[in-house]
């Protein structure tokens, strides 16, 4: 199954090669990683996302949690949580095409954030689902260049990570 | 008044209380042995080969219960020759702390002379490294060092610094303690979990203790053995738990797993309440965790890693806490209970063990006209009152040593159980005997295996480790051909060593006594003889059968009942 895994981890070099090494170390899935300092720029705050049975995501907090930088694990799915991931994707848009392609941000609650005669780069912000269903709504050869973030997750409502 | 980075390593060091650093010097680190030269609180010991640096700093940590291993290496070469050593004390869980040389911040990334990425290259098999990259840092990381590597669940902890922080100075500070929000070690058991244990063990009918290396490691055999012989429960001990109960009491059944003995496999696939204290379901130890699912029990596991539990065996009852902690608490419930375990269901229980045992799966051909290895292992115990520190190498020696030397006490046997590395032995031995002075340390080994680091001969001469080396000389790698017969239709690829160089003269060379030994009516002269040269080290080269195998033997995908008796 799939699971959204966040911590926290001291903000230090080689952190986030800690993390990663022991993933390919041990054979564990990433699906997407993302990591960035927090509002205390002594940490940082990283969102896995793996797929593996129970046992195997038991391990994996398990060995995130004995890393020495790593401050704290939580496992999303064991509670209500919300996941978004940012996409930006540049578009052919000339012709007849330039019309359709705003419609169908628009549809999506796209943002265009960049315009050229030829192209349109849109702002996509959504689950990854949603993101895999907007790049398959459109032609597959007006895509030119697609860059996603990978998911960021938090838990919904009262439940709080922090040191 | 403001120190170097290097005279702060060796102050570091010094407040420490380190008794000996291991090491080999080179070009990133002649600022840290410019100030070991000055100073001779910290004495330095010149291994031969970077592996035996860490190895030995291993054997001293394994050794003693005070103090973790401590060794000093240069960079690049200095830090690959090392790797061998810190992968062995992380498979095994040996506290140890590394000081890397490293050249200067400015050229780190430039393909510098010397250069390797140490950080990078010891990730995978360190309990944590740093570098170091400004002086400041330098004395509370290497606090943070100590603590770490011997604090929880020990390992090795590289420090690397590079030469310019050796050089640069700052004001120096060793904090008293250190903490780190990141790292909190538990140690306290959950009282709930040990009550849930507590009611499991006293309506126990098949009951079974199996205890690893997290006894020795945290110095619980005193209450381990209480509470063996409180129950009156069967105990086993895994390759690296041997010593952690006495193995002369009629309660302990040996060895268990792939070399284990008959009783303890069958006690264990058997029972119906398994206690696994600081173990950790190896598989050199359970075999196929299927067939070992193919007999009910409830398992209840004490270790202080998390993820060492159900990691490869679902555990019923589950208790994260440091051995002696919970061990106390257990025993202290236990002692309050009024009820007691089913002395009725333990005697049948006992009965039937005894039938196993009776099956003396240990015995040997003593009538022999070659000298068989097991012989050997058991006239040494007998000669040094089952009381030396053992080490050993990789391979058949090792299995017998561990199955023949019935170790009564913790810390005296010393061996490389996780990562099996061949060349251990010898600088273990080195380190073992620093830690005590006073011991007869002996160490087990093959003609291949002690030749992967064999140059420490010149180390043990420097400075008078007066080692008894047994070399079982079966003129094969006796583990591989064994596999080979067994396995892989006696074809034995590249298991035969060829060229041996005749070891007693090997031995005199270096300026140590070389005895050749052929046949089985020497054996015991010629031990005796050579355990009585009090100061000298004794190379003995036992001329053995070649054809020994080491029995019981688990195959691998099997389970523990499925063993190859003799
Ligand atoms: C040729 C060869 C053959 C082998 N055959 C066998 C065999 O037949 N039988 C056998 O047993 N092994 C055998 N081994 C060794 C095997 O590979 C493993 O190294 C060994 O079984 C592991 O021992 P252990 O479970 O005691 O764990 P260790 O590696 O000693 O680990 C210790 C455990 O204790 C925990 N711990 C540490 N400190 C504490 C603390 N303070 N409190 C609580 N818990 C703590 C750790 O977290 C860990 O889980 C063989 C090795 C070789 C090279
Ligand atoms: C560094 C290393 N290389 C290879 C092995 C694989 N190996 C395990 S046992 C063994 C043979 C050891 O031979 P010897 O030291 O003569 O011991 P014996 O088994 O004959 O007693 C080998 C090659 C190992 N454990 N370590
Ligand atoms: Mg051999």
Not at chain 2, 58 to 71: C, E, I
Not at chain 2, 534 to 539: E, G, I, S
């Amino acid at each position: 199954m799939r699971h959204i895994i966040s911590l926290l981890l001291e903000n230090e070099a080689g952190a986030l090669s800690r993390v990663s090494g022991l993933f390919s170390a041990r054979g564990y899935n990433i699906e997407s990683l993302s990591v960035a300092p927090t509002e205390d720029a002594t940490l940082s705050r990283m969102t896995v996302v793996t797929t593996g049975s129970d046992d195997v995501i038991e391990q994996i907090t398990k060995q995130l949690n004995k890393l020495i930088d790593v401050v704290k694990v939580v496992d999303l799915n064991e509670g209500e949580h919300i996941e978004r991931e940012l996409m930006l994707v540049k578009v052919r848009a000339s012709g007849k095409d330039r019309e359709e392609m705003k419609r169908m941000a628009d549809i999506f609650r796209g943002r265009i954030i960049d315009v050229t005669d030829k192209t349109y780069t849109i702002e996509l912000t959504g689950t990854g689902e949603k993101l895999d269903a907007f790049l398959q709504g459109l032609e597959r050869s007006s895509i030119l260049e697609t860059v996603r973030t990978g998911a960021s997750g938090i838990g919904r409502g009262e439940r709080i990570l922090r040191v | 008044m403001e120190l170097t980075g290097a005279e702060i390593v060796v102050r570091c060091l010094q407040e420490e209380g380190v008794e000996y650093v291991f090491g080999y010097p080179g070009g990133a680190v002649l600022y840290l042995y410019d100030e070991l030269f000055k100073q001779d609180k910290v004495k330095h010991i010149l291994v031969r080969h970077e592996q035996a640096a860490v190895h030995a700093a291993d054997g001293y940590a394994r050794a003693q219960d005070r103090k973790p291993g401590v060794a000093l290496v240069t960079s690049g070469p200095g830090v690959t020759n090392a790797v061998t050593g810190i992968a062995t004390a992380h498979m095994d869980s040996i506290p140890l702390v590394i000081i890397t040389g490293q050249v200067p911040t400015p050229a780190i990334g430039q393909d510098a002379f010397q250069e390797c990425d140490t950080v990078g290259i010891t990730r995978p098999c360190v309990k944590h490294n740093f570098l170091v990259k400004d002086v400041k840092d330098l004395a509370v990381t290497i606090k943070k060092a100590f603590y770490i590597a011997s604090t929880g669940r020990p390992g090795p902890v590289v420090v690397d610094v590079p030469k310019d922080v050796s050089i640069a100075k700052t004001e120096f500070h060793y904090p008293e303690t250190v903490s780190m929000r990141s790292y909190n070690p538990v140690t306290k058991g959950h009282a709930g979990q040990i009550k849930k244990a507590a009611q499991l063990i006293l309506e126990a009918k098949r009951p079974m203790i199996y205890t690893g290396g997290g006894v020795i490691l945290s110095n619980a055999s005193a209450l381990l053995t209480e509470l063996v012989r409180m129950l009156g429960f069967p105990c086993t001990n895994t390759l690296m738990g041997l010593g952690a109960y006495p193995a002369t009491d009629p309660l302990f059944l040996g060895m268990l797993g792939m070399h284990g003995t008959y009783e303890a496999n069958m006690a264990m696939q058997h029972c119906d309440v398994l206690l696994a204290v600081g173990a950790r379901f190896d598989d050199r130890v359970i075999g196929n965790p299927k067939h070992f699912y193919n007999e009910e029990r409830k398992i209840i596991h004490i270790d202080i890693d998390p993820s060492s539990i159900s990691k490869r065996v679902k555990v019923d009852v589950p208790i994260v806490g440091n051995v002696p902690d919970v061990l106390e608490e257990l025993l202290k419930l236990l002692k309050a209970s009024k009820e007691k375990p089913d002395q009725q269901a333990l005697k049948t229980w006992w009965t039937q063990i005894e039938l196993w045992r009776s099956r003396d799966c240990l015995k040997y051909d003593r009538a022999a006209a070659v000298i068989k290895p097991q012989y050997v292992l058991e006239k040494m115990y007998e000669i040094t009152k089952g009381d030396a520190f053992v080490t050993s190498d990789v391979g058949q020696h090792q299995m017998w040593a561990a199955q023949f030397y019935k170790f009564d006490k913790p810390r005296r046997w010393i061996n490389s159980g996780g990562l099996g590395t061949m060349g251990f032995g010898l600088p273990a031995a080195m380190g073992a005997r620093l830690a005590n002075p006073k011991a007869t340390v002996a160490c087990v080994t093959g003609e291949a295996s002690i030749q992967m680091c064999i140059q420490e001969l010149s180390t043990c001469k420097q400075y008078h480790l007066p080692i008894k080396i047994v070399n079982l000389n079966n003129r094969y790698l006796g583990m591989v051909r064994q596999w080979q017969e067994f396995f892989h239709g006696n074809r034995y690829a590249e298991s035969y060593m060829d060229a041996l160089p005749d070891f007693v003269k090997l031995a005199e060379s270096y300026g140590h006594v070389g005895m050749r030994i052929e046949k089985p009516a020497d054996v015991e002269g010629a031990l005796k003889e050579a355990f009585a040269l009090k100061d000298r080290l004794v190379f003995m080269d036992f001329i053995t059968d070649q054809t020994e195998n080491v029995f019981p033997m688990i195959p691998g995908g099997k389970g523990l009942s499925e063993m190859i008796l003799v």
